[in-house]
């Protein structure tokens, strides 16, 4: 069973940046596919970033390409969210979630991921 645990959130201003991480308490994490979700007050769950078990393959929500960048570090078994150019429109609750998966797989479905963290909040004041 593998556990998720976000950290780095916090509180940035616009324009700032902030990094975010995902630790997986499981020993096969390099087979894991992983990704970001973030959900704000009121507002569904929405996809953010995602990211191939070997990290060769990422794809990204419209509204972050540019500015966020998902990587991962399979010998720490840790995943990355490097956010840039922050806007408070991001101010959201982070997750991070992950699917077994044998092929060099991404997803934006919320319903691909078998495992999910507690999440981390972020806010950016204006």
């Known amino acids: 069973q593998m556990q998720l645990v976000e950290s780095g959130g916090g509180l940035v201003q616009a324009g700032g940046s902030l990094r975010i991480s995902c630790a997986a308490s499981v020993r096969t994490f390099s087979r894991y596919a992983m990704g970001w979700f973030r959900q704000a007050p009121g507002k569904e769950r929405e996809f953010v970033a995602t990211?191939?078990?070997?990290?060769?393959?990422?794809y990204y929500a419209d509204f972050v390409k540019g500015r966020f960048t998902i990587s991962r570090d399979n010998a720490k078994n840790t995943m990355y969210l490097q956010m840039n150019s922050l806007k408070p429109e991001d101010t959201a609750v982070y997750y991070c979630?992950?699917?077994?998966?044998?092929?060099?797989?991404?997803?934006?479905?919320?319903?691909?991921?078998?495992?999910w963290g507690q999440g981390t909040q972020v806010t950016v004041s204006s």
């Open positions: 990211i191939s078990w070997s990290g060769t393959a990422t």
């Open positions: 979630a992950a699917y077994w998966d044998k092929f060099q797989s991404v997803s934006d479905s919320v319903g691909k991921y078998d495992y």
